[in-house]
């Protein structure tokens, strides 16, 4: 029998950063997915309703052992914007989700690390160097070769959400990255579900 946990505990950070992005990008396909096929019935804001309060009820176990710890922080702002931004910007790509195709809707959120990176440089000081700076452009070429065929369809108050929408993650991915410097995942995770359900 394979012992899964030692074979993960091997793996370098890199790889198993890498393994956690594939899963989130199966399970947001999923999700996604589904707010397409829901959304004749239930609107955007519903929908973020719904999604905050899985997560919600996903983080009481953890709430409930120790909740002190679990909301304890030195910059609630921080966490109070990175909670609205994420919020109104999970509102804002459901919609775009539900009124765009959904390739095209999901190729703009992609845009969103046109802005990571001016904001790691910006906000978080990091050094982009020229291969880093390449790839993004590259992506950005990766997304205009997407929606190229059907770029007529993609101006209008949808695309302008989801280019939002990718604005506000990209926002609330720099103020994760900026907290875990001095606060743990799990704080930030609990804040976002609760503020979001809120």
């Known amino acids: 029998m394979v ?3 030692a074979a993960y505990g091997r793996l370098s950070a890199n790889v198993r950063g890498a393994l956690w992005m594939l899963g989130s990008a199966v399970t947001f396909t999923l999700m996604t997915s589904l707010i397409k096929y829901l959304g004749d ?3 955007p804001a519903l929908q973020t309703f719904y999604r905050q309060a899985a997560g919600l009820l996903v983080l009481l176990p953890v709430i409930a052992r120790d909740p002190i710890a679990a909301f304890r ?3 609630p702002g921080i966490l109070l914007f990175r909670s609205l931004a994420g919020t109104i910007g999970i509102v804002l790509a459901f919609w775009a989700y539900q009124e765009m195709p959904l390739a095209e809707a999901n190729a703009l959120s992609f845009t969103r690390t046109l802005w990571i990176v ?3 440089i910006f906000v978080l000081g ?3 160097g020229p291969w880093r700076l390449g790839a993004t452009l590259v992506g950005f070429l990766g997304v205009l070769v997407m929606l190229q065929p059907s770029i007529a369809n ?5 695309a302008a959400a989801a280019l939002s929408s990718a604005a506000l993650f990209a926002m609330t991915v720099t103020g994760m990255k900026m907290m875990t410097r001095d606060h743990s995942v799990t704080v ?4 976002s579900a609760v503020l979001g359900f809120v």
């Open 73 to 75: 922080t030195s910059r």
């Open 154 to 158: 993609a101006v209008g108050w949808p």
């Open 118 to 120: 001016p904001l790691a």
């Open 3 to 5: 012992d899964f946990g």
């Open 188 to 191: 930030l995770m609990v804040w």
């Open 41 to 43: 019935d239930y609107s």
């Open 126 to 128: 990091e050094k982009i």
